[in-house]
């Protein structure tokens, strides 16, 4: 995942101390693990991160450059699901083009997203 506009850019991972808060920026690359670990995510992982424009009036552009979270089951829920919030909360509706309320898994890449304000939530 790749959020541009920016000469700094920040490395953030969906596990350990990166979750669970807010992160001002301007460009940021997220990885669902370290890389130096498994090649895979740990079991029972649950991270939020909030993204935050860095400047006032920003929006926020995702753009998912690899997605690999098995695939739906046979009743077309996804065991495990990336969940992308147009806000700084997950109290409101996931974005449409991110899978809405089922969420992304499997292979299929969805197209840029961009948050309508500020903020912007993953939650897996």
């Not at 953030?12 to 979750?19: F, L």
């Not at 860095?54 to 077309?76: A, T, V």
């Not at 409101?92 to 997203?113: F, S, V, W, Y």
């Amino acid at each position: 995942m790749l959020f541009t506009r920016s000469t700094c850019l920040m490395y953030n991972y969906m596990e350990g101390i990166d979750c669970g808060d807010t992160k001002t920026l301007g460009g940021a690359v997220v990885f669902s693990h370290r890389f130096y670990t498994e090649q895979q995510y740990n079991n029972n992982v649950e991270c939020r991160m909030t993204f935050k424009a860095q400047n006032e009036g920003w929006k926020l552009m995702l753009r998912i450059l690899e997605l690999d979270i098995p695939d739906r089951m046979p009743n077309g829920l996804c065991n495990d699901a990336l969940y992308v919030y147009d806000d700084m909360d997950v109290f409101t509706k996931a974005m449409a083009d991110a899978g809405g309320n089922g969420g992304l898994c499997g292979h299929l890449l969805p197209p840029a997203l961009y948050s309508s304000g500020e903020y912007l939530t993953l939650h897996f």
